[in-house]
C-alpha cells in the first residue's frame, strides 16, 4: 500500500528497497524523488539493498552443470548486462559494483526505464556504492530497521490515514514516531 500511495503522491517518504526504485521511474516518470539512507542508529546507517547472487543445493544431482550455470551467471558480462538493463539488485562482483559500467544504465524499452544522467544516477543509486565501500550491507543493518519501521507501524498508519474511514493524521503520526523512536533505542 505505501508504495502505491508514495507513487499516487499520497506520502512523501517511503521505506522501500533499491528493487522498487525502476518500477517508480516506470510507472511515475513525473515523480521527482531521490533515495537517502535509513536513519542512523546506535548500529550505524541502515539502508534495504539487495544483491543477486547464486547458490546450488549440496543435493543437487547436476553438480557440474549447476556450477556451469552459476560461473555463467556470475560471470561480469551476464551481470553488467543484467545490472544495466534491470538495475534491481546491485551485482555480486565488486569490480562491477566500483566499475564504470554500473552507471550504465540502459534499461529495457517499455518495461524498465533508463537513466539518463550522472545526476540521476547518483540521486537514485549513488547510495548503493557508499553501502558497499564502507561494509553496510549486512543482515544487522538492514532487518534491524526493515519489518518494524514498515509493518509495524508505517504500513497500519498509512492504511489508518488513508482507508475508508481516515483518523486524526496528528495523534497517528505521533504513534509512527513514538513507536520507531521506541524501537531505535532499543538497539
Known amino acids: 500500500m505505501l508504495r502505491e500511495l508514495f507513487k499516487g503522491g499520497k506520502v512523501a517518504m517511503n521505506i522501500d528497497g533499491g528493487w522498487a526504485i525502476p518500477s517508480y521511474t516506470r510507472d511515475v516518470p513525473e515523480l521527482d524523488f531521490a533515495v537517502a539512507p535509513m536513519p542512523k542508529a546506535p548500529l550505524g546507517t ?12 549440496s543435493q543437487t544431482k547436476h553438480p ?3 556450477w556451469k ?14 545490472w544495466q538493463r534491470t538495475w534491481v ?20 524499452e517499455g518495461i524498465v526505464p533508463n537513466i539518463k544522467t550522472p545526476e540521476r544516477f547518483e540521486e537514485l543509486l549513488g547510495w548503493a556504492r557508499y553501502i558497499i565501500k564502507n561494509d553496510k550491507f549486512t543482515n544487522d543493518y538492514v532487518n534491524a530497521f526493515w519489518l518494524p519501521f514498515r509493518y509495524q507501524y508505517l504500513t497500519p498508519a498509512a492504511e ?14 505521533e504513534e509512527v514516531e513514538n513507536g520507531t523512536n521506541k524501537e531505535i533505542e532499543g538497539f
Open 46 to 57: 541502515t539502508t534495504l539493498l539487495g544483491q543477486c547472487i547464486w547458490t546450488m543445493s
Open 64 to 66: 557440474k552443470a549447476a
Open 69 to 82: 550455470l552459476i560461473k555463467y551467471l556470475s560471470s561480469f558480462e551476464v551481470l553488467k548486462e543484467y
Open 89 to 108: 539488485a546491485a551485482p555480486a562482483r565488486l569490480s562491477l559494483v566500483f566499475g564504470k559500467e554500473f552507471e550504465n544504465i540502459i534499461g529495457i
Open 160 to 173: 489508518q490515514i488513508f482507508g475508508p474511514s481516515p483518523g486524526d493524521v496528528e495523534s497517528i503520526l
